[in-house]
């Protein structure tokens, strides 16, 4: 009984620190968007109004060689996936990604995952059971815990609200 809490405890201090983690990663992000604008507007104002408030961001997660691989994102740039090293945000080294395979971004106020009419459609993985091939353009809303599977690459992903009166 004592083994199961100690084993307990570690998993759910493991979950604490990587959220405080992924927490802190958006608020860096989020500085340096409104910095960038600020230097190329000259006005004064940061000129993004929602500094108040929450803000729906993206923490994802992959395992590449062993190598755990973690990115933060605001859903509002939109996130490209593929093969282009130059272009994607996320790059994958897999001759079955196309170069430009799939991207996250907002779409009417969700956050959605978008195939770019990628040779060999994306994967979204639902749960245990549910599993949706997306192909030819389509777009499917992303939730907390989906994966995204692109080629032998598959993404965890974990959408969480950041709190912006703390910038």
């Not at 997660?61 to 973690?70: A, E, V």
Request: net charge positive.
């Amino acid at each position: 009984m004592l083994i199961v809490l100690i084993v307990v405890f570690i998993v759910l201090h493991k979950k604490k620190v990587e959220r405080t983690k992924y927490h802190t990663a958006a608020g860096n992000t989020l500085r340096e968007e409104y910095l960038n604008y600020s230097l190329q507007n000259q006005s004064g104002s940061c000129g993004l109004s929602e500094k108040s408030g929450y803000k729906v961001m993206i923490y994802i997660k992959t395992r590449l060689r062993n190598k755990k691989i973690q990115y933060v994102f605001n859903p509002e740039k939109s996130i490209l996936i593929g093969r282009d090293k130059y272009e994607s945000n996320i790059y994958v080294s897999d001759n079955t990604v196309s170069k430009k395979h799939c991207r996250i971004c907002l779409c009417d106020g969700q956050v959605c995952l978008e195939d770019l009419n990628a040779a060999n459609g994306t994967i979204l993985k639902r749960g245990l059971r549910k599993k949706y091939n997306i192909y030819g353009g389509n777009r499917i809303r992303l939730r907390t815990n989906d994966k995204i599977i692109i080629g032998s690459s598959v993404f965890k992903v974990i959408l969480f609200s950041y709190d912006m009166s703390t910038l």
